[in-house]
């Protein structure tokens, strides 16, 4: 059973960087598009970034788009976003799961978005102080 756990979260000023680190274990990830979400308190989950099994295509939540990047290295069965330039609105506990490529295109505007992602890990905190 496919197990995902995130990690590299922290508290930065803002303006500043992360890189967030999804890691597979029980199930290779090679077969899988992955998603990365966030919750802030009192919010719905939202879509952030999501990638293909491969690599080879990748879509981005507007409010993202030119400051967070996903990336893959499928040797390590590990899925990582890159945040830079990092905002005060940008703080939230942030989620991988995995998905088919086919959403990959329709990310992370498909209606019910969460429904069609699975093995959610059990987040990473992210804090961007102002």
């Known amino acids: 059973q496919l197990q995902l756990v995130e990690s590299g979260g922290g508290l930065v000023q803002a303006g500043g960087s992360l890189r967030l680190s999804c890691v597979g274990s029980?199930?290779?990830?090679?077969?899988?598009?992955v998603g990365w979400f966030r919750q802030a308190p009192g919010k719905e989950r939202e879509g952030v970034s999501c990638?293909?099994?491969?690599?080879?295509?990748?879509n981005y939540a507007d409010s993202v788009k030119g400051r967070f990047t996903v990336s893959r290295d499928n040797a390590k069965n590990t899925v990582y976003l890159q945040m830079n330039s990092l905002k005060p609105e940008d703080t939230a506990v942030y989620f991988c799961?995995?998905?088919?490529?086919?959403?990959?295109?329709?990310?992370?505007?498909?209606?019910?978005?969460?429904?069609?992602?699975?093995?959610w890990g059990q987040g990473t905190q992210v804090t961007v102080s102002s």
């Open positions: 029980g199930y290779t990830l090679d077969y899988y598009a």
């Open positions: 990638i293909t099994s491969t690599g080879g295509s990748t």
């Open positions: 799961a995995v998905t088919h490529d086919a959403v990959v295109d329709e990310f992370p505007a498909l209606p019910t978005l969460a429904e069609y992602f699975g093995s």
